[in-house]
């Protein structure tokens, strides 16, 4: 089957765990794994593009397309800073988890055993798909000049992220990460962080995917230079052992609620 005529309606979600099964067999041995492992453990990210994909071009092809409905079809705008990153911003629109868990594609890939499964020799430990109801699932989407996700940590241990749809790099949008930090939402220290630590940056084009380890990692994306440089991501939330339980603090949860008490609004100039 062509790929560009690939959709959702035409992929089985019943046999989406076979299908990775047999692509990882193909495409992995256990070395490349513990390889990545390593890298894992070192940055807090490990990213799956054209030269090692992760799951088959078909199916990332028919996960944007569902994106991509979705995002006309729910997307609300954000511009706000946030206080428990220390006043960073949030320019851009966003579809809601409970939006996103309409698709039976997204809902199947996500939640595979057999995706999970392979993750897990990546980080060295259990992922669990279970976190806040609102933080399962959270498509951002960026179109304008400025337009940015600033500095932040999750609540979670892990996100794996699929990158839909990339600017150019001279357009903005790659992303930023420091490994091996810690969020404080009292005190977040995020510019002394930048001060103190390495910054690494990673650029991304349409179709990568990556692993973050997303509560120690501070990480944002790098503002669009241009309007019209859209760029469409689909962010996935997962726990690990130590999340299980979790009382979620601060007030912030902006994705969900832009009148949360952490967050200040902003307009956007035009």
């Known amino acids: 089957m062509n790929a560009r005529a690939m959709n959702a309606r035409e992929i089985d979600v019943h046999e989406i765990d076979e299908t990775l099964e047999k692509f990882l067999a193909e495409n ?6 513990q390889q990545l492992a390593d890298r894992f ?25 569902e994106a991509d409905r979705l995002v006309r079809e729910h997307k609300e705008r954000r511009d706000l800073v946030l206080g428990t990153t220390g006043g960073t911003p949030r320019n ?30 990546i980080t060295r430990e259990r992922i669990i798909p279970e976190v806040s109801d609102d933080e399962r699932y959270l498509i951002t989407h960026q179109e304008f000049a400025s337009d940015t996700h600033g500095w932040h940590w999750d609540d979670y241990s892990f996100a794996f992220n699929w990158a839909l749809r990339m600017p150019p790099i001279a357009s903005g949008g790659m ?4 490994p091996h930090t810690h ?16 910054i690494d940056t990673y650029g991304l084009v349409s179709g990568d995917l990556y692993l973050l380890r997303s509560d120690t990692t501070m990480h944002r994306t790098v503002p669009l230079t241009e309007d019209g440089a859209v760029r469409t991501m ?19 949860r902006w994705w969900e609620n832009p009148e949360a008490g952490a967050a200040q609004p902003v307009h956007r100039a035009g």
Not at 42 to 60: A, C, N, Q, Y
Not at 175 to 178: G, I, P, R, S
Request: glycine share 4%.
């Open 41 to 65: 453990q070192r940055t807090g990210f490990v990213k799956f593009d054209s030269h090692m994909r992760i799951v088959p071009e078909e199916l990332i092809t028919a996960v944007r397309a």
């Open 92 to 121: 851009l629109s966003v579809v809601k988890s409970q939006d996103v868990e309409q698709s039976d594609l997204i809902r199947a890939v996500t939640r595979s055993e057999v995706l999970l499964t392979f993750l897990a020799g």
């Open 28 to 33: 992995y041995t256990p070395e490349r794994v």
């Open 234 to 252: 689909l962010v996935v939330s997962w726990s690990a052992e130590r999340d299980l339980g979790k009382v979620l603090t601060g007030n912030d």
């Open 175 to 178: 992303v930023q990460a420091v």
């Open 183 to 198: 969020w404080d939402k009292n005190a977040p220290r995020i510019n002394e962080t930048l001060c103190e630590r390495q």
